[in-house]
């Protein structure tokens, strides 16, 4: 059976589930159909409550724009953001939509770090540490040249996104896990993270 067919077929057994909140805890690689529903039906509320989409992020770091921070997108957070998107559009995820979010390898994780320098964040590089394990990303990309930090021509004065995406299959989805940014001129930021804890 093709994945195509396979998401379908899931979808349509949804049809028959009763709309409900279900815990999820840690990150969910493979999410059964229960939670493939339970997304959509939180997307579809939040559109309701006129909620942004990126409630669903997941956010660590700085309580505010002048220290390290970041968000994460689960699978699940994936689709509560499409849902909220086409909800706000009076439009459904079709099942090609839902499948093409089922099927990422990877998982985005962004963050912004700050620096003195307008290209101090250039060549940075992000990694996962788990259990004394560390885990390389599949991509990374990063801003060339940093913008003007909200203190600015004080220090921090740039501030810069580093934005890496992780194969899941690499990963432990339950595990303990610190995020690591290493930019190209010396220091890190890190983030100490329970992906057990995340919904």
Not at 33 to 47: M, N, S, V
Not at 102 to 120: D, K, Q, R
Not at 156 to 172: E, G, L, M, Q, T
Request: proline residues 10%; glycine residues 6%.
């Amino acid at each position: 059976m093709s994945s195509l067919r396979f998401v379908v077929s899931v979808v349509m057994a949804l049809a028959f589930v009763p709309c409900m909140l279900l815990p999820s805890t840690a990150i969910e690689a493979q999410p059964t159909p229960e939670h493939i529903r339970a997304a959509l039906d939180r997307g579809k509320d939040a559109a309701q409550q006129r909620r942004p989409p990126d409630t669903f992020y997941v956010r660590f770091g700085g309580p505010d724009d002048l220290h390290p921070s970041g968000f994460l997108i689960t699978k699940l957070g994936s689709l509560s953001v499409m849902a909220t998107h086409m909800a706000l559009r009076g439009l459904e995820p079709s099942p090609a939509d839902i499948a093409q979010v089922m099927e990422a390898p990877t998982m985005l994780v962004s963050t912004v770090i700050f620096g003195n320098g307008p290209s101090f964040a250039a060549d940075s590089y992000m990694v996962f540490e788990q259990g004394g394990k560390t885990i390389k990303p599949a991509t990374v990309r990063f801003d060339g040249q940093a913008n003007r930090s909200a203190v600015w021509p004080d220090p921090p004065r740039f501030k810069a996104k580093v934005v890496a995406s992780f194969n899941y299959a690499d990963f432990d989805p339950t595990a303990k896990t610190t995020i690591t940014v290493f930019p190209a001129h010396g220091g890190e930021v890190s983030f100490p993270l329970d992906f057990a804890q995340m919904k």
